[in-house]
């Protein structure tokens, strides 16, 4: 069994992700699905404010994924958005902020749009 002294030990321990190695073509494939989601969350920039942070939500969702598997990592179990978060937190510790601004901007504009069509919202997590 490899040591598990490095960043994400205490992830891997958890069973919240597992190594497989690099993988340049998932990397690939992910940078396909931000690049996607970017150029959809700029057209509807100015047309669907709620929706455009869903994409934006999505897209830096399918980044983090990115950054896991060209580590070599990928996320397991019920609670992927916040392993995967997680995972980025620990890989990019100088971009917390930042990422605690989009979730928190994406997570309240689901939460509207959700509430605007008469279901109920969803409940809300933390990565912390």
């Known amino acids: 069994m490899p040591s598990l002294n490095h960043p994400f030990a205490a992830l891997e321990r958890e069973g919240s992700i597992e190594r497989v190695g690099p993988d340049a ?21 100015t047309r669907d404010h709620d929706w ?3 994409i934006v939500y999505n897209g830096m969702l399918q ?9 070599g990592y990928r996320s397991r179990g019920d609670h992927q958005h916040r392993t995967s978060i ?19 901007s994406a997570a309240s504009a689901i939460a509207r ?5 008469g279901r109920r919202p969803r409940r809300r997590w933390r990565t912390r």
């Not at 073509?25 to 509807?44: K, M, N, S």
């Not at 980044?63 to 580590?71: E, F, V």
């Not at 749009?113 to 069509?117: D, G």
Request: overall charge positive; charged content about 25%.
């Open 25 to 45: 073509g998932e990397v690939a494939r992910l940078h396909a699905v931000v690049d996607r989601d970017r150029a959809t969350a700029e057209y509807l920039r």
């Open 52 to 54: 455009t942070l869903a």
């Open 63 to 71: 980044a983090c994924q990115a950054l896991m598997a060209a580590y």
């Open 86 to 104: 997680e995972f980025v937190r620990i890989a990019l510790p100088g971009h917390v902020t930042l990422l605690d601004r989009l979730i928190g």
């Open 113 to 117: 749009s959700t509430t605007s069509r």
